[in-house]
């Protein structure tokens, strides 16, 4: 019985051994590790300037500076570009698969390509003489035989917005094969994070599969998506009862799917309202209970089958978490019928 139990231990001790793997990857193009794990309230809260920023001394502005953790970051982006701007660096090489560093061809990020064709600040940068590269994208590749099997879009540097803001993306690569995105705006107010992304390297499959992802798009307000049937809103707000007029309003938006102004106010309205229905229905019905949980991660499931966005650009999140939504709150309507006709009866 010892032996038997003892064999069955070593088998499950090498089964995980040889289904797990380490990513022994050089400092230098890792990351950071800051992003591993991101409360982006407090993030947010740390690197917001106070109102008179602008008005106090260098060495004052420095001491604020100091509080926000992205500007204490220990890895150097900006000088991650030199090691890889002439041809993909391979940073990982196992024995099935490599994982590359390479600058990507395109510049999605930019709100009119114009901008940046036009914008000298952008144009004949010396790498090798440590000059920033504005703008330029960095993509993690999973490549077997000199093939991409799969890609991510990892990081980039200073994209331009506007006079008043700039968007850039960091990372980290952890030793367990897990890949941590923050996209952030840099205004006059401050640094505020606005999309965290968390994959998984499946070495089998050899993907990336996006774990989870925080959107910080609307003022006191997150949207947590975990894979595969998760969808989760934060917020510091109390959710309010929405004015009937406002809900026609909405609802006109609704039916054109043209509601970003007021998705969040339809979501919460009918989300609460099949809540209340479940309530009702469970209160009438001893023997079948229904489970509002449950009901909610089979939607949820459906839903996230939607591809995400890449970045956190608000041309490719609002329309993302509008769809999201809009496919919730059908689904939400549907139950909500179906529960009506059960108390009728």
């Known amino acids: 019985m010892k032996c038997s139990y003892y064999l069955a231990s070593l088998c499950l001790l090498f089964s995980t051994y040889c289904y ?34 602008w008005q106090l001394s260098d060495s004052k502005r420095e001491e604020i500076d100091k509080f926000c953790p992205l500007n204490n970051l220990k890895f150097d982006f900006q000088g991650l570009y030199k090691f890889i701007y ?43 003489s440590d000059v920033t590269i504005f703008g330029g994208g960095i993509s993690l590749s999973i490549v077997k035989d000199n093939i991409v099997k799969d890609q991510v879009y990892l990081a980039n540097n200073s994209i331009y917005l506007s006079d008043f803001a700039v968007a850039y993306q960091r ?21 505020c994070p606005m999309f965290w992304k968390h994959y998984k390297i499946d070495n089998q499959k050899m993907k990336f599969v996006l774990q989870d992802m925080l959107l910080n ?40 799917e ?6 969040i106010d339809i979501y919460n309205h009918y989300n609460n ?36 966005p890449v970045t956190g650009n608000r041309r490719k999140t609002d329309p993302y978490l509008s769809n ?11 139950e909500i019928t179906d529960i009506e006709k059960q108390l009728a009866h």
């Open 20 to 53: 797990s793997q380490h990513y022994q990857i050089e400092d230098k193009y890792r990351g950071d590790p800051l992003f591993r794990k991101i409360d982006m309230n407090k993030l947010e809260k740390d690197c917001t300037y106070p109102l008179n920023y």
């Open 86 to 128: 002439k041809e993909p660096v391979i940073i990982y090489n196992g024995k099935d698969f490599q994982l590359t560093l390479s600058m990507s061809e395109d510049y999605e990020d930019y709100e009119d390509y114009e901008d940046y064709e036009n914008n000298e600040d952008y144009e004949d940068n010396d790498i090798e």
């Open 171 to 191: 990372y980290f690569i952890s030793p367990q094969g897990e890949v941590y995105t923050l996209y952030l705006i840099e205004t006059e107010e401050g640094i």
């Open 217 to 256: 798009v609307t003022d006191g307000e997150l949207y947590q998506i975990i894979y595969p049937n998760q969808f989760n809103v934060i917020s510091n707000k109390p959710v309010t009862k929405i004015d009937p007029k406002e809900l026609k309003s909405c609802e006109d938006e609704y039916n054109k």
């Open 258 to 263: 043209e509601y970003y102004s007021c998705y």
């Open 273 to 308: 309202r099949l809540k209340q229905k479940i309530n009702l229905l469970n209160k009438n019905n001893n023997t079948i209970k229904k489970s509002y949980s449950k009901i909610q991660q089979k939607m949820a499931s459906d839903c996230l089958m939607l591809p995400p």
């Open 324 to 334: 999201v939504m809009f496919c919730l709150i059908q689904n939400y309507k549907q």
